[in-house]
């Protein structure tokens, strides 16, 4: 199936589970997990209306960025970021989806600032205290979303989590249930109306996040086709 066709069938499948939970497709944002695309098929997804793209690759965005790859969607920053990285992304990404520690925060923070913008990110939680994963434990949450609030050039907009790989149909649902719970326990204390995303969900399991009230997913093999990791 080509690009376009595997869009419009998760866009479906994403519309059937919203519904499941009272949304629309409409409420969910698709973002297209573009990691070793090329600039071509990043094109080919925008222009089958693929809400966002999120690269994981500092170095891979920026080459891409030189081809404008991204032209016509928003781009999103979705792999783990190394702070001496974060002057590449800050003002090129819209978002940043995998903010995972305070140092990070305040490097985000300094870069924004010298730049004079305000950086849009989510918080990464390491839902299944993993320690190969970075993240903040969930009892961190709460204190993170507050510290993040507090600086003047960064705006938290939300949650990001990548849980445990399950083996089993559904294994992962227990987790996405923790994560937006602590989504909306944080939100009733953030009084404005800037936190606003959850994004989990994956190609494997993204109808099951949106059940459990995710309203961003991350989707890359199902629409771009496996990865080759042999090129």
């Known amino acids: 199936m080509s690009i376009a066709e595997n869009i419009m069938r998760i866009r479906q499948e994403i ?18 997990a573009s990691k070793m695309n090329d600039a071509d098929r990043c094109r080919e997804a925008i222009a089958a209306g693929i809400d966002a793209l999120g690269e994981n690759r500092v170095q891979e965005m920026t080459e891409k960025l030189k081809e404008n790859a991204y032209d016509g969607a928003p781009l999103h920053f979705i792999g783990h970021l190394q702070r001496n990285k974060v002057k590449q992304v800050v003002g090129k ?7 995972s520690s305070r140092e990070l925060l305040d490097e985000i923070e300094k870069t924004a600032a010298k730049m004079e913008l305000v950086q849009d990110i989510l918080l990464e939680i390491n839902i299944g205290g993993e320690e190969a994963k970075s993240g903040f434990a969930p009892e961190e949450a709460a204190q993170a979303a507050a510290y993040a609030a507090s600086l003047p050039h960064v705006r ?4 990001m989590t990548i849980p445990p790989v399950e083996v089993e149909k559904g294994g ?16 009733k204390e953030m009084y404005d109306n800037e936190w606003q995303y959850i994004s989990m969900g ?7 996040a949106i059940r459990c009230g995710a309203n961003m997913v991350r989707v890359g093999s199902a629409i771009f086709g496996a990865r080759n990791y042999n090129k």
């Open 156 to 159: 938290p907009r939300g949650l």
């Open 15 to 32: 519309d059937t589970a919203a519904r499941e939970t009272g949304r629309t497709g409409k409420d969910i944002t698709l973002v297209g």
């Open 202 to 208: 994956m190609s494997g399991d993204y109808a099951d």
């Open 172 to 187: 992962n649902i227990p987790y996405f249930e923790k994560v937006y719970r602590l989504f909306v326990d944080i939100g």
């Open 93 to 99: 990404a819209v978002l940043i989806q995998s903010v």
